[in-house]
Protein backbone atom coordinates (compact mmCIF):
# COMPACT_ATOMS: atom_id res chain seq x y z
CA UNK A 1 0.00 0.00 0.00
CA UNK A 2 2.73 2.71 1.06
CA UNK A 3 4.68 1.62 -2.39
CA UNK A 4 1.40 2.30 -4.54
CA UNK A 5 1.15 5.82 -2.65
CA UNK A 6 5.09 6.67 -3.40
CA UNK A 7 4.30 5.60 -6.82
CA UNK A 8 1.30 7.72 -7.13
CA UNK A 9 3.34 10.92 -6.12
CA UNK A 10 5.45 10.24 -7.79
CA UNK A 11 3.67 10.09 -11.24
CA UNK A 12 1.46 12.87 -10.73
CA UNK A 13 4.81 15.05 -9.60
CA UNK A 14 6.14 13.63 -12.93
CA UNK A 15 3.04 14.46 -14.52
CA UNK A 16 2.87 18.06 -12.95
CA UNK A 17 6.14 19.20 -14.17
CA UNK A 18 5.23 17.82 -17.84
CA UNK A 19 2.50 19.84 -17.94
CA UNK A 20 3.82 22.96 -16.25
CA UNK A 21 7.15 22.74 -18.91
CA UNK A 22 4.82 22.25 -21.69
CA UNK A 23 2.43 25.36 -20.47
CA UNK A 24 5.13 27.96 -19.72
CA UNK A 25 7.16 26.97 -22.68
CA UNK A 26 3.93 27.12 -24.91
CA UNK A 27 2.84 30.50 -23.40
CA UNK A 28 6.47 32.06 -23.56
CA UNK A 29 5.79 31.46 -27.24
CA UNK A 30 2.40 32.56 -27.77
CA UNK A 31 3.56 35.79 -25.88
CA UNK A 32 6.67 36.09 -28.09
CA UNK A 33 4.69 35.53 -31.44
CA UNK A 34 2.32 38.32 -30.26
CA UNK A 35 4.88 40.71 -29.86
CA UNK A 36 6.65 39.82 -33.11
CA UNK A 37 2.96 40.26 -34.95
CA UNK A 38 2.63 43.59 -32.74
CA UNK A 39 5.41 45.01 -34.18
CA UNK A 40 4.79 44.33 -37.51
CA UNK A 41 1.65 46.27 -36.84
CA UNK A 42 3.86 49.21 -35.98
CA UNK A 43 5.86 48.88 -39.07
CA UNK A 44 2.74 48.38 -41.70
CA UNK A 45 1.57 51.69 -39.72
CA UNK A 46 4.39 54.03 -40.33
CA UNK A 47 4.65 52.72 -44.17
CA UNK A 48 0.73 53.42 -44.26
CA UNK A 49 1.96 56.79 -43.19
CA UNK A 50 4.00 57.50 -46.01
CA UNK A 51 1.58 56.17 -48.15
CA UNK A 52 -1.07 58.78 -47.04
CA UNK A 53 1.47 61.87 -47.41
CA UNK A 54 2.57 60.92 -51.02
CA UNK A 55 -0.25 61.95 -52.59
CA UNK A 56 0.05 65.75 -50.83
CA UNK A 57 3.41 65.74 -51.85
CA UNK A 58 2.38 64.50 -55.38
CA UNK A 59 -0.05 67.25 -55.84
CA UNK A 60 1.81 70.04 -54.50
CA UNK A 61 5.08 69.22 -56.59
CA UNK A 62 2.09 69.36 -59.88
CA UNK A 63 1.66 72.85 -59.30
CA UNK A 64 5.86 74.01 -59.59
CA UNK A 65 6.48 71.26 -61.43
CA UNK A 66 4.01 70.06 -64.10
CA UNK A 67 6.70 69.18 -66.76
CA UNK A 68 7.77 66.50 -64.75
CA UNK A 69 4.57 64.46 -65.34
CA UNK A 70 6.53 60.74 -65.94
CA UNK A 71 8.43 61.83 -62.51
CA UNK A 72 4.95 62.39 -60.64
CA UNK A 73 3.49 59.00 -62.40
CA UNK A 74 6.34 57.09 -61.55
CA UNK A 75 5.37 58.13 -57.73
CA UNK A 76 1.87 57.65 -58.19
CA UNK A 77 2.86 54.49 -59.95
CA UNK A 78 5.03 53.17 -57.15
CA UNK A 79 2.34 54.13 -54.25
CA UNK A 80 0.19 52.01 -55.69
CA UNK A 81 2.14 49.17 -55.92
CA UNK A 82 3.77 49.60 -52.74
CA UNK A 83 0.01 49.25 -51.31
CA UNK A 84 -0.87 46.66 -53.52
CA UNK A 85 1.78 44.14 -51.63
CA UNK A 86 -0.54 43.00 -48.59
CA UNK A 87 1.82 41.54 -45.97
CA UNK A 88 0.14 40.55 -42.40
CA UNK A 89 1.43 39.02 -39.43
CA UNK A 90 -0.02 35.73 -40.57
CA UNK A 91 2.00 35.27 -43.83
CA UNK A 92 5.34 36.70 -42.45
CA UNK A 93 7.39 34.47 -44.89
CA UNK A 94 10.68 34.97 -46.26
CA UNK A 95 9.73 35.14 -49.88
CA UNK A 96 6.29 37.45 -49.13
CA UNK A 97 8.72 39.34 -46.99
CA UNK A 98 11.16 40.16 -49.51
CA UNK A 99 8.30 41.17 -52.25
CA UNK A 100 6.86 43.37 -49.67
CA UNK A 101 10.81 45.00 -49.16
CA UNK A 102 10.83 45.46 -53.34
CA UNK A 103 7.66 47.52 -53.10
CA UNK A 104 8.71 49.56 -50.70
CA UNK A 105 12.03 50.37 -52.12
CA UNK A 106 10.73 51.06 -55.51
CA UNK A 107 8.33 53.41 -53.52
CA UNK A 108 11.28 55.20 -52.28
CA UNK A 109 13.66 55.02 -55.38
CA UNK A 110 10.71 57.16 -56.91
CA UNK A 111 10.59 59.00 -53.92
CA UNK A 112 14.42 59.93 -54.39
CA UNK A 113 13.94 60.89 -58.08
CA UNK A 114 11.23 63.29 -57.18
CA UNK A 115 13.39 65.18 -54.55
CA UNK A 116 15.81 65.48 -57.32
CA UNK A 117 13.79 67.09 -59.30
CA UNK A 118 12.72 69.22 -56.58
CA UNK A 119 16.33 70.78 -56.65
CA UNK A 120 15.22 72.29 -59.90
CA UNK A 121 12.75 74.08 -58.47
CA UNK A 122 13.75 77.18 -55.86
CA UNK A 123 10.11 78.48 -55.41
CA UNK A 124 9.23 75.29 -54.84
CA UNK A 125 11.71 74.59 -52.17
CA UNK A 126 10.62 77.52 -50.35
CA UNK A 127 6.65 76.77 -50.69
CA UNK A 128 5.96 76.30 -46.67
CA UNK A 129 3.33 73.23 -47.51
CA UNK A 130 5.90 71.50 -49.49
CA UNK A 131 8.30 72.53 -46.68
CA UNK A 132 6.03 70.80 -44.14
CA UNK A 133 5.29 67.27 -46.13
CA UNK A 134 8.59 67.21 -46.78
CA UNK A 135 9.60 67.30 -43.28
CA UNK A 136 6.92 64.85 -42.58
CA UNK A 137 7.93 62.76 -45.41
CA UNK A 138 11.76 62.53 -43.83
CA UNK A 139 10.27 61.89 -39.80
CA UNK A 140 8.30 59.08 -41.19
CA UNK A 141 11.37 57.55 -42.91
CA UNK A 142 13.16 57.90 -39.33
CA UNK A 143 10.35 56.60 -37.91
CA UNK A 144 10.16 53.39 -40.56
CA UNK A 145 13.74 52.70 -39.54
CA UNK A 146 12.96 53.39 -35.78
CA UNK A 147 10.39 50.06 -36.43
CA UNK A 148 12.08 47.96 -38.33
CA UNK A 149 15.17 47.87 -35.83
CA UNK A 150 12.12 46.97 -33.16
CA UNK A 151 10.78 44.51 -35.55
CA UNK A 152 13.89 42.89 -35.90
CA UNK A 153 14.76 43.25 -32.10
CA UNK A 154 11.52 41.64 -31.85
CA UNK A 155 11.82 38.61 -34.02
CA UNK A 156 15.55 38.00 -33.07
CA UNK A 157 13.68 37.12 -29.64
CA UNK A 158 10.85 35.29 -31.07
CA UNK A 159 13.34 33.21 -32.95
CA UNK A 160 16.07 32.60 -30.66
CA UNK A 161 13.71 31.31 -28.07
CA UNK A 162 11.51 28.81 -30.40
CA UNK A 163 15.26 27.51 -32.05
CA UNK A 164 16.28 26.77 -28.08
CA UNK A 165 16.31 23.30 -26.69
CA UNK A 166 13.88 21.85 -25.29
CA UNK A 167 11.28 24.61 -27.27
CA UNK A 168 12.50 23.87 -30.78
CA UNK A 169 10.88 20.59 -30.31
CA UNK A 170 7.56 22.10 -28.79
CA UNK A 171 7.98 25.00 -31.38
CA UNK A 172 7.17 22.29 -34.27
CA UNK A 173 4.84 20.62 -32.41
CA UNK A 174 2.01 23.65 -31.15
CA UNK A 175 3.11 25.13 -35.11
CA UNK A 176 5.83 27.92 -34.34
CA UNK A 177 7.53 28.73 -37.09
CA UNK A 178 10.66 31.09 -37.33
CA UNK A 179 9.88 34.45 -38.91
CA UNK A 180 11.79 36.55 -41.39
CA UNK A 181 14.05 39.47 -40.68
CA UNK A 182 14.13 43.06 -42.63
CA UNK A 183 17.54 42.42 -44.04
CA UNK A 184 19.25 45.67 -45.77
CA UNK A 185 18.58 45.75 -49.88
CA UNK A 186 21.27 44.28 -52.37
CA UNK A 187 23.86 48.00 -52.76
CA UNK A 188 22.63 49.42 -49.32
CA UNK A 189 26.02 50.13 -48.47
CA UNK A 190 26.73 51.86 -51.43
CA UNK A 191 25.23 55.85 -51.09
CA UNK A 192 22.93 57.22 -53.76
CA UNK A 193 24.80 59.87 -56.52
CA UNK A 194 22.69 62.28 -56.58
CA UNK A 195 23.27 64.54 -59.97
CA UNK A 196 21.81 67.97 -60.79
Given amino acids: MKKTIIIVVIIVVALFMVYSLFKGTYNT ?3 NGEQVDSQWAQVENVYQRRADLIPN ?3 TVKGFAAQEQE ?3 GVVEARAKATSVNLNAENLTEANMKAFQQAQEGLSGALSRLMVVVEKYPE ?5 NFLELQSQLEGTENRITVERMKFNETTRTYNTYIKSFPQNMLAGMFGFAVKPYFEATAGAETPPKVEF
Fill in 57 to 59: LVN
Fill in 71 to 73: VLI
Fill in 124 to 128: LKSNQ
Fill in 29 to 31: MVQ
